[in-house]
């Protein structure tokens, strides 16, 4: 099989011509190596390969995806024996002790690992530049972010490595590697996917693991075999009334859909993302469906307080973790991650668990809102890809950083008000994803628009929780209407 003949098919694609013997696993392995191969020195996706494995001894027939080239997202994905390092260099010694359940469903599918890619220090920004690995570049424009945290995944598969590759999204880390890089994203509702079984909830709930991918059929498909509970998980959701891999067969029901485009956070968003969004509403209209421009009545404010309280609890407790386990030493960690760790240990705890019951008021808000509309249409993000590098820290933020964590200063911090300024300066070009995160409702990024200079723009829609099978009702449906595949071609890399 020749590269640019593999780069054609989506997953679901290349398991039925294995099946019919168009070509055999083997083959298709060998086409996905030899395209990581050639890209991945100039896109830095994947760091931890794993080309050399043997393919499995056996592929059932009846996996819907067996023999599919396949990537894990180097964190909270875990396989035995392997490297989980989270991105970062505290991390860098350890090793997984057991498949999670993302990874044993991977391999009921029939996927057939190859790697895991790339990812920010703990997943905590919307780029992936790490310390321990370096910049991961966007294949349409190299000079560009690919975003994150799941940036590795988000640029494997718009570079044609594999077809759909692991992701996670605990603040829009699913839905912005898919608005930068053209990519399909949804992230799953809140218990749709299993933590398990070494955890009860990525993020107090906040996080939910799933794919970027290609095609909407890939996201449906994975999705049936990522979904439903193990035993002990804390939140456990009702299944869907149907495969999500026959839903997306049938049309959706003419859909009533609130438009909105102002930031939660009231900063700037760039006229090609506003764009996109009107241009998809008068496309649906066109499509029969019903757009009103309406959004959710919430805080904006107090979301991003309270997101920013998610990463202070979360951040501090996993420094705690790794210098308990591996040792590790606060100067492992990269600078930015330890400010938020010290801001973390130093949040009263009334504080933080009032944070936490203010995700009751946001859900409320998001339901009394569906109540009216059956989905929401807004940008995946408020501003076009950034350059690498251009969200470093300043040297003069640097400095104060280090003088704070020299003064332990974290209580002035907190009173100070600064921490409201961190939350909208971290939040300011991705201010619309953390809504269905704290509220725990799906929320997929499709890849409807391009700008002028070819750059890939997405849209976002949310849903009730429980409600995916809307959500990839109506992508197929833009799929089929608004093809994105074509524009593959046109990756630089």
């Not at 098919?9 to 990581?36: N, P, Q, W």
């Not at 499995?56 to 035995?80: R, Y």
């Not at 989905?375 to 933020?397: N, W």
């Amino acid at each position: 099989m020749k590269v640019s003949d593999y780069r054609q098919y989506d997953a679901v694609g290349l398991a039925e011509g294995i099946r019919k013997r168009d070509f055999s696993a083997d083959e298709v392995r060998k086409a996905a190596v030899a395209r990581a191969q050639e890209v991945n020195p100039e896109i830095n996706a994947i760091c931890h390969p794993q080309f050399d494995d043997e393919l499995p001894g056996s592929m059932s027939d009846e996996a819907m995806l067996s023999g599919v080239p396949f990537l894990l997202k180097d964190l909270a994905q875990e396989q035995a024996g392997k490297p989980c390092t989270y991105g970062s260099q505290a991390l860098k010694s350890r090793v997984a002790e057991r498949d999670s359940s993302y990874v044993t469903r991977a391999r009921k599918a029939g996927l057939v690992l190859l790697g895991r890619t790339a990812t920010p220090e703990l997943g905590l920004k919307g780029v992936t530049e790490s310390r321990l690995w370096g910049p991961t570049r966007n294949p349409w424009d190299t000079r560009l972010t690919p975003g994150g945290s799941s940036g590795g995944s988000g640029a494997a598969v718009a570079a044609g490595i594999v077809p759909m590759a692991g992701a996670n999204d605990g603040g829009g880390s699913i839905r912005i590697p898919a608005a930068y890089c053209g990519l399909f994203g949804l992230k799953p509702s809140r218990g749709r996917v299993s933590a398990g079984p070494g955890m009860g909830e990525h993020w107090t709930g906040a996080s939910a693991d799933h794919v970027v991918s290609r095609s909407v059929r890939d996201s449906a498909v994975m999705l049936d075999y990522l979904a439903g509970p193990e035993a002990g998980d804390p939140f456990v959701i009702p299944p869907p009334a149907a495969p999500y891999a026959s839903v997306i067969k049938q049309a959706p029901k003419p859909l009533r859909i609130g438009v909105f485009t102002a930031s939660p956070y009231n900063g700037e968003v760039a006229p090609e993302c506003v764009e996109a969004v009107e241009s998809t509403a008068h496309a649906l209209e066109n499509m029969g469906h019903k757009i009103e421009y309406a959004k959710p009545d919430f805080d904006g404010m107090a979301l991003a307080r309270c997101y920013l309280g998610l990463y202070f609890g979360e951040v501090s407790a996993t420094m705690a973790q790794a210098a308990k386990r591996f040792g590790a030493k606060d100067s492992d960690f990269e600078l930015d991650t330890r400010l938020i760790g010290m801001l973390g240990r130093t949040l009263p705890l009334p504080d933080y668990v009032q944070m936490r019951q203010q995700w009751n008021v946001f859900s409320r808000a998001l339901g009394l809102f569906h109540q009216s509309y059956d989905l929401y249409l807004c940008p995946s993000t408020g501003q076009l890809q950034p350059a690498i590098g251009a969200l470093d820290t300043p040297a003069h933020l640097q400095v104060v950083s280090r003088l704070m964590l020299l003064l332990k200063a974290g209580r002035l911090v907190h009173k100070s008000g600064v921490v409201d300024q961190l939350a909208l300066e971290s939040l300011a070009l991705t201010p619309f994803t953390q809504l269905a995160n704290l509220t725990g409702t799906p929320a997929m990024s499709v890849p409807l628009h391009w700008t002028a200079k070819g750059l890939p723009v997405g849209v976002q829609f949310g849903a009730p929780h429980g409600d995916e099978a809307t959500l990839l009702q109506l992508a197929a449906q833009l799929e089929s209407v608004l093809p994105w595949w074509g524009r593959y071609e046109s990756v630089a890399v």
